[in-house]
């Protein structure tokens, strides 16, 4: 089985998604990802951002790590995952930059020299390699190797059931807030009390044809939940549900 394929499997049983950040591979990266039937249950994206002005722009890297470290270097590869993570709101966000070759690379920075890294809530990792190939052999092996890293974080972690969608009606209680839609503090479901310890993303999303003002929470456990209020008739509604921790971003 492809690793791509491995880490499909791996990503779906667990409910994680995937985002990507390419420099040098030029979407390789994605491509590779996508390859697989039915990667849109787990990868919701990517960005090429060959120029500076683009990692800044799209992905948040700061200008100063820029002009002090440069594109090519751990501090870019990690700024430019974990940047691609939190604008897609993914679990887990890869990045690959380098210098492919076969011109462009300095004494410091020889060709062949690549930086992938991976972001997820818990934890962000960088590797630095230095390839002999030519061009392409150097953005293949670059690709292999973050899907590589990407696959030992998967199964370093402890199985986790996957995500379900519930979307049923739930009975909530509130906190009003002026100006703004009330905030859940508890929320009955199946005949149990909730009680919400911590709250996340909260925004507009679009259900059955009509707009919900949704927020991600978590209660004891930890469990985390996707709950949404219809705004004209002010009924509430589980959407999804994670039977263990998920980032609130």
Same mark, same amino acid.
């Given at each position: 089985?492809?690793?791509?394929?491995?880490?499909?499997?791996?990503?779906?049983?667990?409910?994680?998604?995937?985002?990507? /950040?390419? &420099?040098?591979?030029? =979407?390789?990266?994605? +491509? $590779?990802?996508?390859?697989?039937?039915?990667?849109? #249950?787990?990868?919701?994206?990517?960005?090429?951002?060959?120029?500076?002005?683009?990692?800044?722009?799209?992905?948040?890297?700061?200008?100063?790590?820029?002009?002090?470290?440069?594109?090519?270097?751990?501090?870019?590869?990690?700024?430019?995952?974990?940047?691609?993570?939190?604008?897609?709101?993914?679990?887990?966000?890869?990045?690959?930059?380098?210098?492919?070759?076969?011109?462009?690379?300095?004494?410091?920075?020889?060709?062949?020299?690549?930086?992938? /890294?991976? &972001?997820?809530?818990? =934890?962000?990792?960088? +590797? $630095?390699?230095?390839?002999?190939?030519?061009?392409? #052999?150097?953005?293949?092996?670059?690709?292999?190797?973050?899907?590589?890293?990407?696959?030992?974080?998967?199964?370093?972690?402890?199985?986790?059931?996957?995500?379900?969608?519930?979307?049923?009606?739930?009975?909530?209680?509130?906190?009003?807030?002026?100006?703004?839609?009330?905030?859940?503090?508890?929320?009955?479901?199946?005949?149990?009390?909730?009680?919400?310890?911590?709250?996340?993303?909260?925004?507009?999303?679009?259900?059955?044809?009509?707009?919900?003002?949704?927020?991600?929470?978590?209660?004891?456990?930890?469990?985390?939940?996707?709950?949404?209020?219809?705004?004209?008739?002010?009924?509430?509604?589980?959407?999804?549900?994670?039977?263990?921790?998920?980032?609130?971003?």
């Amino acid at each position: 089985m492809a690793i791509e394929q491995e880490i499909g499997q791996l990503l779906t049983e667990r409910g994680w998604t995937l985002a990507t /950040a390419e &420099s040098c591979s030029g =979407g390789l990266l994605a +491509q $590779r990802i996508t390859s697989v039937p039915g990667a849109s #249950a787990y990868y919701l994206g990517g960005v090429v951002a060959y120029a500076n002005e683009a990692k800044e722009t799209l992905l948040g890297v700061q200008h100063e790590t820029l002009a002090a470290r440069g594109a090519v270097s751990k501090e870019t590869a990690r700024e430019m995952a974990r940047g691609i993570r939190q604008r897609l709101r993914a679990d887990i966000g890869l990045s690959v930059t380098g210098i492919a070759g076969p011109t462009g690379g300095t004494p410091e920075k020889p060709v062949g020299l690549v930086y992938v /890294a991976l &972001s997820a809530a818990d =934890g962000e990792y960088c +590797q $630095r390699h230095i390839w002999q190939g030519d061009r392409q #052999a150097n953005n293949e092996q670059s690709v292999t190797a973050v899907l590589q890293m990407v696959k030992s974080h998967l199964a370093r972690k402890q199985k986790r059931k996957a995500m379900k969608f519930i979307n049923e009606a739930v009975g909530v209680e509130v906190r009003p807030r002026e100006g703004k839609p009330a905030l859940p503090l508890a929320f009955t479901w199946r005949s149990r009390r909730y009680q919400i310890d911590a709250w996340g993303r909260e925004e507009e999303e679009r259900y059955q044809g009509h707009t919900w003002h949704c927020h991600l929470v978590q209660t004891a456990g930890p469990e985390t939940w996707e709950i949404c209020q219809n705004p004209e008739t002010g009924q509430w509604k589980i959407v999804r549900h994670w039977p263990r921790r998920h980032p609130l971003v």
